[in-house]
């Protein structure tokens, strides 16, 4: 059976898929920027993401994600905006502090957690669940 990545590697994994979308590829400079990161801490990320399958590494080129690579990054990142979303359009976080954590939750949560939470975002997004999330905001709200 397969290691769990690192959430440090999951992290990595992200960043070079968001580059990627945006540009095709990434670079080592890139990521280390995206992830306010010497370029050398990249490098054994990458080695190790290779080692696993997850990226085409090879140095001084473009990295790319493997299809398993790309699928393992998309969960990360889904998990993220979803947790992100959540801590800004229900309990009224800013966006910085529902960036940072989203970022330290998405790792740690278990698979059956976040289908249980996924439900609950459609629920309060839905015409049934608005009134609640309506409530739930103003309260939040009112206790600041």
Known sequence: MEKKLTSGLEDYLEAIYLIQEKEGSARVKQIAEKMSVRAASVTGA??????????????????????????????VESRHRLLKRFFEDVLCVDEQKAGEAACKCEHGLHQEIYDKFTSLMYFLESPEGAELADTLKKRLNNEQ
């Open 46 to 75: 990458l080695q190790s993401l290779s080692a696993k399958g997850l990226i085409n590494y090879t140095p001084y080129e473009h990295i790319r994600l493997t299809k398993k690579g790309r699928n393992e990054a998309v969960r």
